[in-house]
T-cell receptor, first 109, second 114 residues
Framework: RKEVEQDPGPFNVPEGATVAFNCTYS??????FFWYRQDCRKEPKLLMS???SGNEDGRFTAQLNRASQYISLLIRDSKLSDSATYLCVVTSGNTPLVFGKGTRLSVIA | EAGVAQSPRYKIIEKRQSVAFWCNPI?????LYWYQQILGQGPKLLIQFQNNGVVDDSQLPKDRFSAERLKGVDSTLKIQPAKLEDSAVYLC????????????FGEGSWLTVV
């Protein structure tokens, strides 16, 4: 089983839709979790951290389920500008960040 | 604040040739990373430095890849000899410290081996 697994997509959704991605991780000792966004031919950039209590930032909500070892990202009221690849990232404290392969989202007008 | 600087942005070489990439991290960032991202995949860590010491190089193909950060600031990643499967984007990133901090990526160096 890979350390971090994501559905590669693509998820094609209309503007205004709500879309959710899940990411599973295999290391139960993982402590920190993040979602990064990567636009086509650009570098990854931090979208948001994922806390045990969940985290909301505008239209974006991230949640952690330690029992089932997955994190999720929910995007409400999708915009064309949300089209990108969303990378799930996991680390166990001082160990290096492990990236998933990413989930590709296309928001269509 | 200046971001992570990388050069060159693009490089095309023939297999068995050598190539070197340079990275200048964000000022004050002690931790520097080199990631390899093959098309359609997530970034894979090649090597992590803390100041001028290596923290993790377990996934660095040491028979052909080398990296250094001699003065704890700039870093160079070298590939010699290159193989076709080395075609990828080489992303340099930096963070203030090893744990719990956001890492910031440079724009990457795009390598094509023909």
């Amino acid at each position: 089983r890979k350390e971090v697994e994501q559905d590669p997509g693509p998820f094609n959704v209309p503007e205004g839709a709500t879309v959710a991605f899940n990411c599973t991780y295999s290391n139960s000792a993982s402590q920190s979790f993040f979602w990064y966004r990567q636009d086509c031919r650009k570098e990854p950039k931090l979208l948001m951290s994922v806390y045990s209590s969940g985290n909301e930032d505008g239209r974006f909500t991230a949640q952690l389920n330690r029992a089932s070892q997955y994190i999720s990202l929910l995007i409400r009221d999708s915009k064309l500008s949300d089209s990108a690849t969303y990378l799930c990232v996991v680390t166990s404290g001082n160990t290096p960040l492990v990236f998933g392969k990413g989930t590709r989202l296309s928001v269509i007008a | 604040e200046a971001g992570v600087a990388q050069s060159p942005r693009y490089k095309i070489i023939e297999k068995r040739q050598s190539v070197a990439f340079w990275c200048n991290p964000i000022s004050g960032h002690a931790t520097l990373y080199w990631y390899q991202q093959i098309l359609g995949q997530g970034p894979k860590l090649l090597i992590q430095f803390q100041n001028n010491g290596v923290v993790d190089d377990s996934q660095l193909p040491k028979d052909r890849f080398s990296a250094e950060r001699l003065k704890g600031v700039d870093s160079t990643l070298k590939i010699q000899p290159a193989k076709l499967e080395d075609s990828a984007v080489y992303l340099c990133a930096s963070s203030f410290s090893r744990s719990g901090n956001t890492i910031y990526f440079g724009e990457g160096s795009w390598l094509t081996v023909v």
